[in-house]
């Protein structure tokens, strides 16, 4: 059985959200959210995306701006690039590639957690307002008698 791969060509620009069920090649622009959650998203070399990336595995040689996450893998190319988060449990970004983000990768197998609510932080305490300093030079009391020369 040959295995279907759809291409989204380098002129085609997608808004919204992209729901799929097999692998699937952009070269254009995507932006918002995209779900192939059992498939392999591969971003071409002309492909630039701005969205929320859910797939079993992506590969990246263009630009992808937005968080990804895949079951199986993140696979930054050569000239790839990702400015996001990546949760993945393989992770491997090529020299040559382009990433600013975090990386968590979990063990297959291991749902992601919700993300619990932060506690509140400690109120910073009150501003304290510097005292001025004494002067350097010491003060004489009236009357006292002046040193003149050594």
Known sequence: MEKDIVNIGKSVVIKGELNGS??????????????????????GPNGRIKAQVFAKA???????????TASDK???????SVEGDIVA?????????????SVDMQRKGVAPQPQAAKPAQAQAPAAVVPQPQAQQAPVQAPGAPQRVGA
């Open 58 to 68: 992506v590969i990246v040689l263009g630009e992808v701006t937005g968080n990804v």
């Open 89 to 101: 449990p393989r992770v491997a970004i090529a020299e040559g590639a382009h990433f600013r983000g």
């Open 22 to 43: 097999e692998d699937l090649t952009i070269e254009g622009h995507v932006e918002g959210t995209i779900q192939l959650k059992e498939h392999v998203l591969t971003i």
């Open 74 to 80: 993140v696979d930054i190319r050569d000239n790839g």
